[in-house]
């Protein structure tokens, strides 16, 4: 294993503890030990195992006490219940009314130990897999709403909604932090294949060495360590879709068996002469220019038609400054309730700062960007004190202003007092048109020109 599971093993015996961290370590696992509850609570807090092993019995404080502590910190993290023969009603209680993933019997059978160490960690990590598709299908979701009030986002929205149902391979560009695995997503998301695995590769972020053998698995016995068969990313993403992000990292000797599947559907597991059929839809993207890199020879010319049968282009933030606004409250609203802050807006000051900035990480960079003014600011608005410095520095208010066109001061400026009207009169749309002075008719128009829903 290149990352070692963590256990913690809470014991009040010495000898226990020892064993145990002895055979755990000659399985790869990483041994954490506590010879009571406090401790054990304390390291459970402090390091997060992905297990852990907890003797019931011990004594002043059992390991029905540890079970309740260690839930209301993370439930997520699956505790094993160790008790002595002649004692299961009190494991089956820990299962049944304070969450215990399983319980084992002394003494240990290691056998038994092993696998169903391995099974809470896998068992662990889809449960953190299925919430993390849960927020990226929440922010897919976002995104297929038109989350911008641009244009050409508009029209790339409805090119995806387009390509989609399609097999038809897709070439995603734009600078790093733009969205291009949001986009790629989407693109699953409302495909035939929504229901089959979506397998995202960073190309840039696999040694050359191992790549290969990464996306197209290996035979038992191909080089020094591959003790068994194993599966590779186009396997796994059978029936459904992989996504090959930084693309234009791939080695040019990969890029030649790459095209081979995208010709044929066909690979080669690294060391066995069989060839195997894989049905997959491919999205690749890039942040460099792939026809710049053909001209200069590092990336294959077939390869790069084959991949660019339908391109999508992402514009960076800066080419969009009215869509700043309605990104800064859409990351407020995800921060608010994943940080547990209570922040309502963002002043209109500290709007047109974002506005005036460069954003050369992009939407990514804009996001990181609010996640730190909500935890400053905690409460209340985010105002200029929240922005950070390099931020503040780089213009004054008045080339804050001059930066901006006309129209886009006036669209924020309009922007933010309809959304303070609005929350004054509790949403009631009929009041806000006239405590600002325009028709109802025109208000509706606006909110929807400006993406205000409420």
């Known amino acids: 294993m290149t990352d070692r599971p963590t256990i913690l093993v809470v014991d009040d015996e010495e000898g226990v503890r020892h064993n145990l961290k002895v055979l755990l370590e000659r399985r790869d696992f990483r041994v954490l030990a506590a010879q009571d509850v406090d401790e054990g ?10 297990a852990v092993l907890c003797d019931l019995v011990m004594p002043e404080v059992d390991g029905f006490e540890f079970l309740k502590q260690a839930k209301s910190i993370d439930p997520t993290i699956p505790v094993i219940v160790i008790t002595a023969y002649g004692n299961i ?3 089956v209680r820990a299962i049944r009314d304070l969450g215990a993933y399983d319980f084992l019997e002394k003494p240990l059978a290691i056998d038994k130990l092993i696998i169903t160490l391995g099974h809470a960690i896998e068992f662990r990590q889809l449960k953190d897999e299925n919430v993390r598709l849960r927020s990226e299908k929440g922010r897919v979701e976002k995104l297929l709403n038109m989350l911008s009030q641009n244009p050409r986002m508009h029209r790339l929205f409805e090119s995806v909604r387009k390509i989609a149902p399609l097999k038809t391979t897709v070439l995603i560009t734009g600078e790093s932090g733009t969205g291009k695995e949001l986009v790629a997503r989407a693109i699953h998301e ?7 695995p979506f397998v995202a590769v960073n190309c840039g972020a696999i040694p050359d060495t191992l790549l290969e053998s990464e996306l197209f698995g290996y035979k038992k016995g191909a080089f020094t360590g591959a003790a068994s068969d194993k599966i590779g990313l186009f396997e796994r993403a059978h029936l459904g879709t992989i996504f090959l992000d930084e693309i234009g990292e791939l080695p040019v000797g990969l890029q030649v068996k790459l095209f081979r599947v995208l010709e044929s559907s066909e ?3 690294v060391g066995e002469s069989q060839s195997r059929q894989v049905d997959i839809r491919m999205i690749a993207a890039s942040a460099k220019n792939l026809e710049e890199e053909v001209a200069s020879g590092m990336f294959r010319e077939e390869l790069f038609y084959r991949l660019n049968v339908f391109p999508i282009h992402l514009p960076p933030l800066r080419e969009r400054p009215e869509d700043i606004p309605l990104l800064a409250e859409h990351f407020i609203g995800e921060f608010n309730a994943k940080l547990g802050c209570k ?3 963002i002043s209109p000051h500290a709007i047109r700062l974002l506005m005036a900035y460069n954003w050369p990480g992009n939407v990514r960079e804009l996001e990181n960007t609010i996640e730190r003014a909500l935890i400053l600011a905690e409460s209340g608005a985010v105002e200029p004190k929240h922005i950070p410095e390099r931020i503040r520095s780089c213009v004054s208010i008045e080339e804050e202003m001059l930066n901006l066109t006309l129209k886009d001061n006036i669209k924020a400026f309009e922007r933010q007092m309809i959304v303070e009207v609005l929350k004054k009169v509790d949403g009631n749309r009929t009041q806000a048109a006239k405590l600002l002075g325009i028709s109802l008719r025109a208000l509706l128009y606006k909110m929807k020109e400006y993406g205000v829903d409420m």
């Open 267 to 269: 690979f080669y597991r």
């Open 343 to 345: 922040v309502e807006e």
């Open 190 to 196: 409302l495909s035939p294949r929504k229901s089959a």
């Open 41 to 50: 609570i304390k390291t459970f807090s402090e390091q997060r195992p992905d």
């Open 89 to 91: 009603e009190s494991a």
